[in-house]
T-cell receptor, first 111, second 115 residues
């Protein structure tokens, strides 16, 4: 099964710092989604990107889809303790029901 | 507020037992999914259902079966539980598979331990 590789696997930073999480694959996806999962809960969708090179912003979070639609990044500006959680990317193939999930980045933001 | 609920948050079973995990969604979604989540492996699809009584195998269906008798309910069955099925099980639903409408809504998960 093709997995999306996420890096880093773990990240612990101080409040106010910036960070970038990467999601890479050798496959081309029709769309890519980012989810955040908090302890004891299921993942919650943050954003969907569908066009190569697309950039979307959600408050302090910036998402980018690679030009070739094989990779994506999530940048958080001025991280807050509320950003703590597991960040998952998920790639979808056109015309199928399959979502391929990344291995996850566990982020901890210290106050 | 959209909701996917799972019957148990924590479950402990013995090897060889038959285990039922229930999932209910209140959004009238066509599609429902069962995943398992293991550290370092992400979410892996076990089974998918696109309509009542319709199902497709995912990437790791061995040892599992599913049932969808009603649109809102999707059950995962472990016919004879084994220790390697100890995991977090997540149910999800989506309105459709079309881009822009394929957001998945997840339940809180069931952490299953098989002794």
């Amino acid at each position: 099964t093709q997995l999306l590789e996420q890096s880093p696997q773990f990240l612990s930073i101080q409040e106010g710092e910036n960070l970038t999480v990467y999601c890479n694959s050798s496959s081309v996806f029709s769309s890519l989604q980012w989810y955040r999962q908090e302890p004891g809960e299921g993942p919650v969708l943050l954003v969907t990107v569908v066009t190569g090179g697309e950039v979307k912003k959600l408050k302090r979070l910036t998402f980018q889809f690679g030009d070739a639609r094989k990779d994506s990044s999530l940048h958080i500006t001025a991280a807050q303790p509320g950003d703590t959680g597991l960040y998952l990317c998920a790639g979808a193939y056109s015309g199928t029901y399959k979502y391929i999930f990344g291995t996850g980045t566990r982020l901890k933001v210290l106050a | 507020d959209v909701k996917v609920t799972q019957s148990s948050r924590y479950l402990v079973k013995r090897t060889g037992e038959k285990v039922f995990l229930e999932c209910v969604q209140d959004m009238d979604h066509e599609n429902m999914f069962w995943y398992r989540q293991d550290p370092g492996l992400g979410l892996r699809l076990i089974y998918f259902s696109y309509d009542v009584k319709m199902k497709e195998k995912g990437d790791i269906p061995e040892g599992y079966s599913v049932s969808r008798e009603k649109k809102e309910r999707f059950s995962l069955i472990l016919e004879s539980a084994s220790t390697n099925q100890t995991s977090m099980y997540l149910c999800a639903s989506s309105l459709s598979l079309r881009e822009g409408h394929n957001e998945q809504f997840f339940g809180p998960g069931t952490r299953l331990t098989v002794l």
